[in-house]
């Protein structure tokens, strides 16, 4: 069974409506979990090498899915909304009530609480194809290959656990619940970002997330991680990092290298 949740609609001021619509499916998510049998489902994300297996849900129906891409060129994604990262964040008490009937699914420990949750800053997707990486000889032209898809994700924090990752996506005009999961590459992504002296701020913190760019190499099954420094630009194989399991920041920075290398790498480029 699988169910969209088309939580937000919004081309004008009038969107606040749409915090009506998240309760009522928040209240149907409730209602579906009574009947449905969870049983996850993983999705697999494939580097060149090796093989790591990640987990996202569509709330709705409590069915583990893969998050599907959008074709080039189909979305423009505007800046992730204030009031309707305020409105999410309201509704954390009954996104840990649904997740916590799969806690390690949902990155959740054992001291998880709804009090201790919180939200991240949301970060936009990209994608990088093997013909526009192809074409790339320079850090300019590598950002430049860069699509944004119009998905957002955004870190949930439980209080204990690795956490997990919300995804929305914009299209068309339109905001929409995407699905909840992707403990793994959230914190495949967490090790990244610190080796490279990048944290992802959580409520007051404001950390430093600037030239920042999560990408998704569809291609290849393989996500990476851009960041531009004063030495030029960077970039690391979230793949690479996944399948270690246990992961610290000084081992992830020995696999960080010149971004148009580890792309080239992962597309099998000469």
Not at 2 to 31: D, E, I, Y
Not at 85 to 94: D, H, R, T, V
Not at 202 to 227: C, P, R, S, W
Request: proline letters at 7%; aromatic letters at 10%.
């Amino acid at each position: 069974m699988r169910m969209s949740s088309k939580l937000f609609q919004s081309k004008q001021p009038g969107w606040l409506k749409g915090f009506l619509g998240l309760t009522l499916a928040l209240v149907l998510m409730v209602t579906l979990s009574i009947f449905i049998n969870f049983q996850p489902a993983k999705t697999e994300s494939v580097s060149q090498n090796s093989k790591q297996t990640d987990s996202w849900s569509n709330l709705a129906s409590l069915t583990l899915t893969p998050l599907p891409r959008f074709p080039d060129d189909s979305v423009k994604s505007p800046p992730f909304p204030e009031k309707l990262l305020a409105q999410i964040k309201e509704m954390l008490p009954s996104l840990f009530s649904i997740a916590e009937a799969a806690p390690n699914a949902f990155g959740m420990g054992p001291d998880s609480s709804p009090q201790k949750a919180k939200l991240g800053k949301p970060f936009l997707v990209y994608e990088l194809t093997s013909d526009k990486a192809a074409a790339a000889k320079s850090d300019s032209d590598l950002l430049s290959a860069l699509t944004a898809t119009g998905e957002w994700y955004i870190p949930i924090d439980w209080g204990n656990g690795p956490g997990a990752l919300i995804c929305m996506r914009y299209k068309n005009g339109d905001w929409n619940f995407a699905g909840v999961g992707g403990s793994k590459t959230w914190t495949a992504l967490k090790a990244a970002l610190l080796a490279c002296n990048v944290e992802i701020p959580f409520d007051e913190n404001e950390g430093n997330m600037a030239n920042f760019y999560f990408v998704h190499a569809y291609e290849k099954a393989t996500q990476l991680l851009l960041i531009s420094k004063d030495s030029g630009l960077v970039g690391i194989s979230l793949n690479s990092l996944a399948e270690r399991g246990e992961i610290n920041p000084k081992e992830a920075s020995t696999l960080v290298s010149p971004a148009l290398s580890v792309v080239r790498s992962v597309f099998e480029l000469p």
